[in-house]
């Protein structure tokens, strides 16, 4: 059966409608499934804060290491997603060996409520006015020095993972959770924006 010019131009553009609709139905799925991972970045932020609280618990853990044939049945396990999300790169232990530094410092201002650890991961000095001047300044630099860290901390996050850095406010919302959880007794933790409770 001859097929007329108008004929074939309406099954072409039938056809090239039906690829236009296929395409933008699969970059849907591609954006639906490109999601920030949360559960990898919150386990990830929470082996770090525990790793940097708790260097000594983890010195001793290392002297009961496991059995080579128990290690051997660990290399053979598929690696988690969690696990494949990186905060241990060369920048992000230098900033943590920084942090380990002062880490003694800190637990003692968190402690005293004179620090307080916020919703977005950063640190912010709750001293009364009546805490000495010179007390108040060692109170102020150790918050600055801190929050420095953890700024670059969440920079390499972002830059070492592929993140957009659209995604920082999460990323620090994840940290943020860590950061409280670990804190010590008496730390002031910020539960919503402006609203301060003390563990």
């Not at 003692?108 to 650890?117: D, T």
Request: with cysteine; net charge positive; hydrophobic share 40%.
């Amino acid at each position: 059966m001859l097929q007329t010019p108008a004929l074939i131009l309406k099954k072409m553009s039938n056809s090239l409608f039906s690829w236009v609709l296929i395409f933008f139905v699969g970059i849907s799925c591609v954006t639906v499934n490109v999601n920030f991972p949360e559960g990898a970045v919150q386990k990830a932020a929470d082996d770090y804060v525990k790793e940097l609280y708790n260097a000594k618990e983890k010195d001793e853990a290392a002297d009961k290491k496991p059995s080579s044939l128990f290690r051997f049945h660990l290399s053979l396990m598929p690696v988690a997603h969690a696990q494949e999300f990186k905060v241990d790169t060369a920048k992000a232990k230098e900033i943590q060996a920084r942090q380990k530094a002062r880490i003694s410092d800190l637990m003692e201002h968190l402690k005293a409520g004179q620090i307080g650890e916020t919703t977005d991961g950063l640190l912010e000095v709750k001293a009364s006015s009546d805490t000495k001047p010179i007390l108040m300044k060692k109170i102020e630099k150790l918050v600055q020095d801190e929050n420095a860290d953890r700024d670059a901390l969440y920079d390499e996050v972002i830059s070492s993972n592929g993140l957009s850095a659209s995604v920082r406010n999460q990323v620090q919302a994840s940290f943020a959770k860590s950061f409280q959880g670990a804190a010590p007794k008496g730390t002031l933790v910020e539960s919503a924006k402006g609203k301060w409770d003390k563990k």
